[in-house]
């Protein structure tokens, strides 16, 4: 930006927003759009994202364009900005099928004037040809996609129309896209800007560290135990003033766990409220009033609860059990200390939380049936003699279940392989085409593919949760790298409970992530060898214990495990020459790896192999472990001595940090790039790169598997990680 820019953008800042200083980031947006770059925004709600398309659009010339699929809001978002001279001096305006005829077309005919700088559209606007035709005469200077998560098919609220925009930016002659989101994991992030076409986008996520949230887990043996401690710990939390919430999975066990809150509560003269989509809409209104008041300081609630509450002193979020992504969780907990106030975010978990989310996740899952009931409905109610298919709203969800979240991803479905087009939508009515009245067996495989990957994505997430539960790693961090926000959370004293565990031997904590390389395992075993356990795991039906697992893997002559040796089973003896203890205690790790997936604490609760597991044995996904075996002893090294080092502990627990290190960097660039990690770097590489420490290009290319290719893509970045890890 120039100085001039420089001024005006502040100025603007002061009229319009009332602002004297930009908040983290905006500057950066504001700089990047000025200078007509794609922009890619990740920044939780509250930190100040629309104001990074909002006010650029007030200094560029010709119109800002923005899609978002709320519409509901839309009018709300403009009304507000309306009510700001400068916005309302400069034309701002929203087009939607909530509003009249008249006032459509009235919106319509400023656009084709010219003068309007800034217009809110829902997606489905652009089946309007005339619509259309007047935004290609309008000068569109550029493009912004809100809630742009929904682009992606990973995200949890994917449109399908939204895979159209990327054309309709290039019909447009393709000005700059500012793509802005609450809710991005890495993954989504790049699927947001490879189905945009956004083009070497300036990334700016940040905004989700909370440095006044507590992050903790408590791990409980079961139902009994969660209750005991949420009675005892209760009355504590609450008479440190403010209000708490507390979420659990189901209805049922919401009002189980809302009458020993209350019980806890009322030792204390204090009252908790219950609150789910099985009371009826009195008595949620009236618990939620309780609680916003403070007559009812805690509140026991499902998910059903939050969207669109704030309130300020929310002290603590305890989750009994836990939701089905880490970025669900963040929302959630995030509920917590809106005040900047220090609050908590506590799980208490127990064994039978996972299979609590894989039952929903099954019974939630859309099956290629569903997909073509809902096409054979449409068939039979098609206007006679035409391709035409008018249906109520309200009867198409009933045809779900009366799921509106099932009616619309049936209808997505649908449409993403090409057997409908819908041509308007309204609050009451949906307005489609009936491209195809067959339903081909290619199209039943193309739709199952489909709803396998989409599965598979939601098992993963899950997966992340669970991990969450399960790192030693510290869990703000966690959460963080999720996103994809690069901020350093440390050093603020109150961080999680995995920072705050008692230091071990040698003053380490003992939180560095379990490594199997640390583990004493027979030398017969080496990382390919995890592979093959995985894949073996991932083929043992039925499942079974960890005891009989333990011998089956060993190999042992029990009557319980002769059939797996007759069948030549791959998993029978696979790890013959480790003793009992030692092949628990792998099986401990690939569990904390989460790779593996134990029902119960005991021996004798199945073991399953996790969505991770079957990547890993896939090779879809890197495993984080090398054994024993694996692991090659130090070589001689060519720089400065950097080998001697080895000989003590001390050099090894610095090449371990610098290892970390760069597997965070190299996790980051594989999703970047959504590729594998292994196609960044092996961990043979990485180890070799830590253990050397070089400083210099010629250094780095001393490594194996170092070449021109690798040099050139990833060498400044290998080489700040490692100066930046010397220079402490
Ligand atoms: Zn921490």
Redesign the pocket.
Known sequence: MTTLEQDRAAQTLEAAFEFSEFRPLQKEAVQGALAGRDVLVVMPTGAGKSLCFQLPALLAPGLTLVVSPLIALMRDQVDALNRRSVFEQAGCASLSSLQEASEQRAVMDKLRAGRLKLLYVAPERFRSPSFLEALRRANVSRFVVDEAHCISEWGHDFRPDYLSLKGIVESLGRPPITAVTATATVRVQSSIVDNLGMDDPLRLVGGFNRPNLY?SVVRVKGDNERLEKLAKALPKLAQGGGSGLIYVPTRKMCDEVAEVADDALRTIGRKAGVYHAGLDPEMRTRMQRDWLSGERQVLVATNAFGMGIDKADVRFVIHCGYPDSLESYYQEAGRAGRDGSKSRCVVLTCFTDRRTREWFLDNDVLTVADVQAGHRRLVGVRTPGSDLVTIARSAWTAAHENSDLKARRVMGELEKAGLVERLNETPDEIVLRLVQPKFSSVLFGRIAQDLNAQRRERLRRLDEMTAYTKTYD????TVLEYFGDHEE?AGMGF??????RPAGENGQRPTARPDLSRIPMPHSIDGGDIHSVLEGLDALRPSVGKAKLNALLRGASSKDVERYAHEHHPLYGALSRGSRDQVNTFLDALVAQGLLHQAGEDDYFVCTITQAGREAWQGRLELNMALPGARRKPERSAFNGKAARDSDGAGDEEDEALFERLRSWRRLEASAQSVPPYCVFGDKTLREIARNSPQSESDLREINGVGDAKMEKYGAGVLSVVRGHGAE
């Open positions: 992050w510290c869990r703000r961090r959370p961080c999680c409970d995995n920072c705050d």
